[in-house]
């Protein structure tokens, strides 16, 4: 992620130092017609939406593998509260273990 921002925070600089107002001629300055500041602002803002799209799902997988793994672990203290393990507490703390990975499929 600190990769992605900082390639989108060079690109945004290195946009600002190509398109000054000044005067090329062939590609370059039809180029710099399409180039301009609301252009490039247009472009960071989609970008920096998406990536606080991306981020607020890894948050939402985050705290679902907490919420899993604090069911894991409240089954796996009622199973051996006893120092006995039966086969359906067994059972049960393998569903449980099961569910804070499969969060991440």
Do not use: C, N, Q
Not at 13 to 36: N, Q, Y
Not at 80 to 105: C, M, N, P, Q, Y
């Amino acid at each position: 992620m600190k990769f992605y921002i900082h390639a989108i925070i060079m690109t945004i600089i290195l946009a600002t130092f190509v398109s000054p107002p000044t005067a090329h001629a062939g590609i370059l300055d039809v180029g710099k017609a399409w180039f301009s500041g609301e252009v490039l602002a247009l472009i960071a803002s989609a970008i920096l939406a998406l990536i606080g799209g991306a981020t607020g799902l890894v948050f939402r997988k985050i705290a679902r593998t907490f919420r899993e793994a604090g069911e894991f672990i409240a089954t796996l203290g009622e199973a051996i509260e006893d120092s006995r393990l039966t086969r359906e507490e067994l059972t049960a703390v393998i569903k449980e273990g099961k569910d804070v990975f499969g969060v991440w499929r």
